[in-house]
Each structure stands twice: as C-alpha cells, then as structure tokens.
C-alpha cells in the first residue's frame, strides 16, 4: 500500500500538489501544505508560484531555514518578484531572530542581500556580523560590520562595534582599513572599554605598515610609522620591535650612533633569550656592540 500511494503521488503533476497544496494551507494545514508543495516543486523545480508558496507553508511550519531558500530560489526563478522575496526574507528574520534561531536569522540576512541589495539590513546587520566575527567568517565581518556600526543604538555601542571592525581588519591583514578605523574610535573616545585596545591595534599596525615601507626601500615611510608604533598605548613587544625597525632605520641612514640607542631600546621591557632581544643582540655584536 505504501508503494501504492508514493507510485500514485509521483504521478501526479504539479498543479495537482499545488491545488491540494492551497487547500491544506487554507485549512491551516500547513505541514501538509509544505509536503505537497515540495512535492510539486519536484515534479516543476522552476515554478515561481511553487517557491512562493512553499516558503510561506515553511515560515507556518518554522522551518526559517527552508523559507530563506524558497524566498531566495522565488527571486531567482522571477526577478519581478524579487521585492516579494526581500518582504518574506524579513518576515523569516522576525520569526527566526524571536526563535533564537541564529543560523536562520544569518540564511535569511545574506538572501536579502542577495535579493534586494539597496534595502537596508537595520538591526540585522549587528547579530549576523557578529556571529560572523565568531564563526571567524572575515568576508562577512568586514562586509557587515560598517553598517551594524551606522545603526548602532549609541555611540558607545558604535564605538564598540568601530573596534571589532579595526580588529577584524587586522586579522585580515589590512591595516590601510584598520588605523583610520582605530583613529576614530580614539579620536570620538565614546566607549572607554575599548580605548586600549584601539591604541594596542593602532600601535601593531604602526609596525606592520612600517616593515613594510622599510622592505619597500622607504626607510622616512617606516620611521614615521616605528615612530606611531612606540607611542604610548602600544604593547611593550610591539613598541620593541618598533624600535628595531627604528634602529634599521637609522643604519640605512648611515647614523650608526642612533641604530646603536634604538636596538638598545629594543632590549628594554624583554625577558632574557625572547626573539626581540636576540635579534637585536645580533645586531648590536654585528656593530660590534656588545649588549
């Protein structure tokens, strides 16, 4: 009998799943709606309506996942109904965001993106990009980051978020993003808690941007930059190894007096045998300073 009746449901068409599908769904039958409206978008897997109307029987059903796809897959089938779409990809993020549903919440914010790319995504933005932030997902960090700040509720929780962006952009090796990003939050000085951090973020990539310029062959670059990374706030590594490229500096300059005073700068803050105090020891024997 079982045989029987799935023989008899693939060979139905699908205008067949569908009307049974609408009449289940008008007696708010809704996970039997969804199962033949899933059943008609296999026998017509390009069927806009069939999309639409599954995704509304999911949403019923709280399956947010599913009703993301099927809004996703209806603007894909029907670019006239794409604003359609981007309504009902609101209402799963709604649903799916009172459920606590995260990874919905997260399907539904990137399908309306995809889908409506000029709507703006509110307080949306905020909880995807942080769970983007913890999953380590950098893209979409990055991506979503700049407007969870711009709808941040006050300045200390922009502030907060201006951070995390600095940050990410860090771990992304991208500090042409990262110094404007921690000047701000410096410069506004509206969350307190994060002021330490900006100046350690900012210091590091001070460093970072200094070697490079050094490699470069631009050593007035890489001293304005060693410079920034020495400045008060900076972790005390960063600041030594700032000093080191500050002592390479001066070499390349011909001061050897000043390479001498900043790989001895280099030294101080250490632990006996740590890789800045060697290098810079390596350095000073081969200027034949002894440390």
């Known amino acids: 009998m079982a045989a029987f009746v799935l023989a008899l449901a693939c060979t139905r068409s699908a205008a067949d799943h569908e009307e049974l599908g609408d009449r289940a ?22 069927s806009a309506p069939l999309h639409a109307k599954t ?16 809004y996703r897959a209806l603007a894909k089938e029907d670019r ?22 995260r990874i919905a919440v997260a399907l539904a914010v990137a399908g309306l993106r995809e889908v409506a790319p000029a709507r703006p995504l509110g307080r949306y933005a905020r909880l995807v990009a942080l769970d ?12 979503l980051l700049p407007t969870a700040v711009a709808t941040g509720v006050d300045g200390r929780s922009a502030d907060s978020l201006l951070y995390l962006f600095g940050m990410i952009a860090v771990r992304a090796k991208d500090c042409g993003t990262a110094v404007p990003v921690f000047e701000a939050v410096l410069r506004r000085q509206r969350e307190p808690a994060v002021l330490d951090g900006a ?63 900043s790989y001895q700068q280099a030294l101080l803050g250490g632990v006996p045998g740590d890789s800045i105090a060697l290098r810079a020891q390596d350095k000073l024997n081969a200027l034949g300073k002894p440390s």
């Open 55 to 70: 995704a509304a029987a999911a949403l019923h059903n709280e399956d947010y996942s599913l009703a993301a796809a099927e």
């Open 132 to 143: 983007a932030v913890d999953q380590g997902n950098t893209a979409d960090a990055l991506a």
């Open 25 to 46: 769904y008008a007696a708010g039958l809704y996970r039997d709606a969804l199962a033949e409206y899933q059943l008609g978008l296999k026998a017509h897997p390009g």
């Open 199 to 261: 100046r350690e973020g900012l210091g590091l990539c001070a460093l970072i941007q200094g070697q490079a310029a050094l490699d470069a062959g631009r050593p007035t670059e890489a001293e304005d930059w060693f410079r920034r990374a020495t400045a008060p706030g900076a972790a005390v590594d960063v600041a030594r190894a700032a000093f080191l490229g500050l002592g390479d500096v001066r070499l390349a300059q011909g001061d050897v007096a000043g390479a001498l005073e």
């Open 80 to 101: 006239s109904r794409a604003e359609e779409a981007a309504d009902g990809l609101e209402r799963v993020i709604r649903a799916a965001l009172t459920a606590n549903e």
